[in-house]
């Protein structure tokens, strides 16, 4: 199994906390997740890998190409302390935008709605 800075369901428990979503039914729940859950681990993992000093960039990325995904992780972890703090912002970030995203499509359905 794959070392993990953030798990899955803390991504699933931010995402429902954040677009106000627990009260729908849980198949509902997944659905809006899964539109949501790729994109938000790779925006996340994009922004650790901005913070990672170019010279210790390589072994880490040696590390990640054998297989050895603890170590990497470990490796991440010294050269990035806060790392699960960045992945935390970097998924917040993307929910909000989302929701902004959202309401913008509403907004419009209901301006064409209304015409």
């Known amino acids: 199994m794959t070392p993990q800075v953030v798990k899955p369901e803390d991504v699933k428990k931010m995402i429902v906390e954040a677009l106000n979503i627990g009260h729908l039914p ?4 997944d659905s ?5 859950a790729g994109t938000l681990m790779e925006r996340a993992t994009l922004a650790v890998l901005q913070e990672i000093p170019a ?9 990640a190409d054998v297989g050895k995904d ?17 992945m935390e912002n970097a998924i917040k970030t993307g929910v909000e935008e989302y929701k902004i995203l959202v309401n913008e499509q509403v907004k419009a ?7």
């Open 70 to 86: 603890v170590e990497m992780v470990e490796a991440i972890r010294k050269v990035v302390p806060n790392v699960q703090e960045i």
């Open 55 to 63: 010279e210790e960039f390589e072994e880490i990325d040696a590390l």
């Open 32 to 36: 809006i997740i899964g539109e949501l």
């Open 109 to 115: 359905r209901l301006e064409v709605a209304a015409k």
């Open 26 to 29: 849980e198949t509902d729940q």
